[in-house]
């Protein structure tokens, strides 16, 4: 037991340090945002293709339209205009196991499963490799994270932009191969198309870059946090929670609006 | 009224928009985050030393140690580790009127008290109008944001860094040399020294730049989160939450400890 | 200063101590919710009229079928079932300065402005007075709170069963007759109807029975809380979540679903 | 698919209607809160001993001190006392896997692994029981729910009075024997004692009501909200936020404090 401390910072009346650097005189105006998020969440300034690329996850996160985080963010807002941070809170709330958290989930997954597999595996491989993983999930009853979209059902359109942005910053290897190839699998399995999605590339460029998965998570909730705000203060201008209100209550025809 | 819409982004099976730019081929991997966020949140991309002020708006708020919010992140985590979003949402919602929520309130007050000011207003009339001010909210019963700080008592050495990059970068004009007034103005008012706290540094910043207040109070959460993560991932590493509930509970002999 | 204690319990390792009570011996199985209720946060036990007016309170506040904070709820269930906790705070985040927060505007309202109105003054007098504080408030820009709904635009049906309730616990008096005034008054001043609301009627109740606005936001707190437990309850077993995004996008034809 | 709809309740301009009955008429002043809680989360009224059993397990929920959940919602209200629904928020978001939500995993353990239980097996059958399940649990690496506790090491106050209050209302039987057994069990196991604890016995006791396990979650929060909102109103007049701020600064030497 080390005592109640934080290695992140301290604070005296007339200075804060940030990991051991002055915030005032080596931090603000000297580090911007990405390099300051490394430096307190990893301990450590990133490497210019690895800020690159943390810039890249999130931009990724930041937002894509009506969302249920963004719902659930407008009707907050509705009931209490006066709390922005809590109407982010209950945006950020649903970023759990079946949206954003899968990123951190499917890490794991790849991590833990590939770790032994081969740098240079060739595609045969990597599929049997991807068929055997999808095999031991589905006996075990667990989710395969990071497969599939509602919306975006015969492929994300998100997923070639990452990869080629992994690839542009030298973090394309045997994860990002494993997981397409996981896509491929699922859908051989299910006889439905159900191809890698945003979060399970996501999760396979932050194990080629060897971040911590739960870091991985993080991002997804600092980028999808600037999306909430983005939503907010358009609720405000051109508010659209009453209506949205409404519309959920007309679909039930005992409910009667005056 | 204009339906249920948003001018953020819309979505099809194989394109995400967001304010009119295609995600795949026009954000991901062209645009950095402060560009996203402006676009997503403001409907336009920043100019060059606008981008460069919002990046050091955020990295201000990233952190400062074992501040409230990360003691109610850590707290939270203590009882639910399998919900970071729940963790980080518990810290944010501690970001209001008293601690980040003060940048909007700064920023308001002075766009409200201070747009009649000359831009070359000299020093003399600038401490005469901070005076007037001061005297209005102290005679209405409301507190001035923006000043003071438990710890940093004899200034807030953010201050003098904020003010310096907002000059480097064309944003320090009369509202920053207002803001700072009211700092001087509350200490001879009260006999004590309440200097501008770096919250009252970004309000006055954010009025110069004539950003949406409710946007800079956003900033300050986006950036606030970035710090919960680092908190929350050196947590699940060195905890120290049951030591705080420990160390919190032996301040009353009442409660005995095995 | 007193240290850092708490009035509401302590601990030892073979006692739990609540407001002086040993909670095995002389609150489990000894007293029931309300009573317990009213003893932590009160410090007092009620009395059985306080007690039977508190239960309709609580009652009162917990549900009404989708409202925004069920709605809020049930988006952050789709995404994190994993964390019953987490959809609950979602939820319950909305009830803010414009929906159950009311309760304790109301109550502030007509303790400030009611305390000079003598207990027998005559529908004449009350009339006039209520009409002075509609007055007061329209020219400070200030909202009225507990007035008016967006479903219930005729009268809410929930207030005369409170009115009620209040009278057969002798709970009905000044505050309450001013709170009808003031829906009356407001009526008269917009030309249009805005009678007084179930959170008006209970803001009102509080004031008659002394208890502290905040006590009474927390009451519809904790009754809400029940609500959104049994909301998602029902979303877990016949989910509507999906359905309520999807039929949100929609709304706007340029998304496009599968 | 049914439509979006939820059986809980709809609304009319002067009728609301919970679970097919008139809220004014049948429900407020009626129904006291834990027949009201029943009704819409259950979608019946519960019987009488189950009424009392419900209502023991709300008031075990609510308190005992500075808990983690306490401390964070008092952070929180330090920094935005404007939102009462903030800091409860913040409270509740703790009650997860280690602490409240233990209550569901308890339940869900003894009901999957007890069922096959005879209502009468004796205690050494029990007990026999009870190792089986602790081994399969420790070879599986999963945790025990239910057992244990940091301060109340040698057995929690609370088990025997819930026990005893199970006894009294016909809830007593092999769920609440397994429990008790499992506790034992682990002790034997580990060479240090692991007692069943309130959240373990709350557990067994859903299992023999036959309880949707969820809803037992659901109970812990409602109870733990009264809690909170009883921290939350003697914070505002007898804060102790700042100085547990100072509290945790103080630790570390590197802090200095004016």
């Not at 290695?7 to 911007?32: F, H, M, N, S």
């Not at 997954?109 to 045969?124: V, Y």
């Not at 870059?209 to 999808?224: K, N, T, V």
């Not at 983005?230 to 209100?245: N, S």
Request: include cysteine; aromatic fraction near 4%; proline fraction near 5%.
């Amino acid at each position: 037991m080390n005592g109640i401390r934080t290695e992140i910072g301290y604070t005296t009346p007339d200075r804060i340090t940030l990991r051991g650097r002055d915030l005032a005189t080596e931090v603000i105006g000297k580090l911007d945002f990405v390099q300051t998020l490394c430096l307190v969440a990893l301990g450590r300034l990133p490497g210019a293709a690895e800020a690159r690329m943390i810039d890249t996850l999130l931009v990724t996160a930041v937002d894509h339209g009506l969302t249920p985080s963004a719902i659930s963010a407008r009707m907050t807002w509705l009931g209490a205009p006066e709390s922005l941070q809590g109407a982010v809170a209950a945006g950020l709330l649903g970023a759990g196991e079946r949206f954003l958290g899968t990123v951190q989930n499917m890490a794991e997954l790849l991590l833990q499963e590939g770790a032994s597999l081969a740098a240079d595996a060739d595609a045969a491989a990597m599929a049997e490799h991807a068929r055997r993983i999808v095999a031991a999930c589905r006996s075990a009853g667990k989710p395969i994270p990071g497969v599939g979209h509602p919306i975006h059902a015969q492929g994300d359109p998100r997923v070639p932009v990452l990869m080629e942005t992994a690839s542009a910053n030298g973090f394309h290897g045997k994860y990002c191969r494993l997981a397409l190839a996981l896509g491929d699998a699922c859908g051989d399995d299910t006889r439905r198309v159900l191809p890698l999605n945003a979060a399970g590339a996501i999760g396979a460029i932050l194990a080629e870059m060897g971040l911590d998965p739960l870091f991985g998570r993080g991002l997804a909730l600092i980028g999808r946090c600037a999306g909430l705000v983005a939503h907010l203060i358009e609720e405000r201008e051109q508010p659209v929670g009453q209506q949205v209100w409404n519309l959920v209550l007309r679909q039930d025809p005992r409910n009667v609006l005056p």
